[in-house]
């Protein structure tokens, strides 16, 4: 067996790792792609439509 007498990871170690150069850029990568994967979702949705949510009938304008 052998001693890991590593600290405890932390969200600020992987703060830490994650904004170091070689991994910076995978992590700036991957981060854009979300976020254009994100909003090409969302265009793709439809709205919804309620059944009372009618335009308002055409008028005639009253002079």
């Known amino acids: 067996m052998t001693d890991d ?6 969200f600020k170690g992987l703060l830490r790792w994650a904004t170091t150069p070689p991994q910076a850029w ?3 990568l991957l981060a854009v792609l979300l976020v254009w994967l994100l909003s090409f979702y969302a265009g793709t ?3 919804k439509k309620s059944p009372e949510a ?6 005639v304008p009253k002079s």
């Open 26 to 28: 995978g992590v700036y």
């Open 54 to 59: 009618n335009p308002p009938a055409a008028t």
């Open 5 to 10: 007498n590593s600290p405890p990871r932390t």
């Open 45 to 47: 949705l439809k709205p």
